[in-house]
C-alpha cells in the first residue's frame, strides 16, 4: 500500500498567503507590461538566436527550446511575430496545444545578455505557402509557421543569468537594447535608460539573494 505524504503545514495555498511572504513590486515593475512590439523589443528578438515556448495543452504543459540563427523569429508588425517550426521528432507537443488553447508564452535569450524578453499573446497554426517562402534555411522550407497575436511583453533583470553564470566569459553583443533602453520604451519613458543602466550593475548585485 501506497503511503500517505503528510500534509506540509507550511503549504502557501492562497494569494493572500502568498502575499504575506514576498515585498509588494515596485511601480515599474508592474508598468513595464507593453501591449506590442515597439522598436526595442523587436531588437531584441532580432538579436536572439534561441527562445523557449510555453503551451499549455489536454495533456497538460510543455516548455520547448525553439532556436536558429539570430532573427529567426520575425516580428511582422507590431502586434504579430512570426515562428517558424523547423523540423523535430514529429511529437508536436506545442503545436498540438495550441490547435487546442492559443494561449502561450515566449521566453527570448541572447547570448552574453544578461536580461530576457517576456512575451505573452494567442497563437495560431498556418501552412500559408507564400509566408513558409519567408523562411528558408538549410535549403529547406519550414512545415508550418506560427503566428502571435501578442498580448504582452516585458523585459526580465539579468539576476537569473547572473546566478547561473549562464555567460560567463562571453560579451555582451553590440547593437542589443539595454535593460534601461526596454524599460524607458515600455514604461512610457518612466525610467531614464542611462542612470539606470549605469546604476544596474551594483544594483543586482545588491539584490541578488
Not at 1 to 10: E, K
Not at 48 to 76: E, I, K, M, W
Not at 82 to 99: E, F, S
Not at 140 to 152: A, D, G, M, N, Y
Request: hydrophobic letters at 45%; a neutral charge; glycine letters at 6%.
Amino acid at each position: 500500500m501506497d503511503s500517505i505524504a503528510p500534509a506540509d503545514p507550511f503549504a502557501v495555498s492562497s494569494l493572500e498567503a502568498l502575499a504575506t511572504l514576498y515585498e509588494a513590486p515596485q511601480p515599474r515593475v508592474l508598468a513595464k507590461v507593453h501591449p506590442r512590439l515597439e522598436a526595442t523589443a523587436k531588437a531584441f528578438i532580432a538579436a536572439s538566436p534561441y527562445c523557449l515556448l510555453a503551451t499549455h495543452g489536454p495533456q497538460g504543459v510543455h516548455c520547448t527550446p525553439r532556436g536558429d540563427a539570430a532573427g529567426f523569429v520575425t516580428a511582422l508588425d507590431d502586434h504579430t511575430l512570426a515562428l517558424p517550426d523547423r523540423r523535430g521528432n514529429n511529437r508536436l507537443d506545442a503545436l498540438r496545444d495550441i490547435v487546442a488553447r492559443p494561449e502561450v508564452a515566449l521566453l527570448f535569450l541572447v547570448p552574453g545578455v544578461g536580461e530576457t524578453l517576456r512575451v505573452n499573446g494567442r497563437a495560431r497554426i498556418t501552412a500559408d505557402p507564400a509566408l513558409l517562402a519567408r523562411f528558408p534555411a538549410g535549403g529547406k522550407l519550414p512545415t508550418t509557421v506560427v503566428l502571435v497575436q501578442v498580448q504582452e511583453v516585458f523585459m526580465h533583470c539579468a539576476k537569473a543569468m547572473m546566478r547561473s553564470v549562464l555567460w560567463a566569459g562571453r560579451a555582451r553583443p553590440p547593437g542589443v537594447p539595454t535593460a534601461g533602453e526596454l524599460l524607458a520604451a515600455h514604461t512610457n519613458g518612466m525610467i531614464e535608460p542611462t542612470s539606470y543602466d549605469a546604476e544596474a550593475p551594483q544594483r543586482l548585485l545588491d539584490t541578488m539573494y
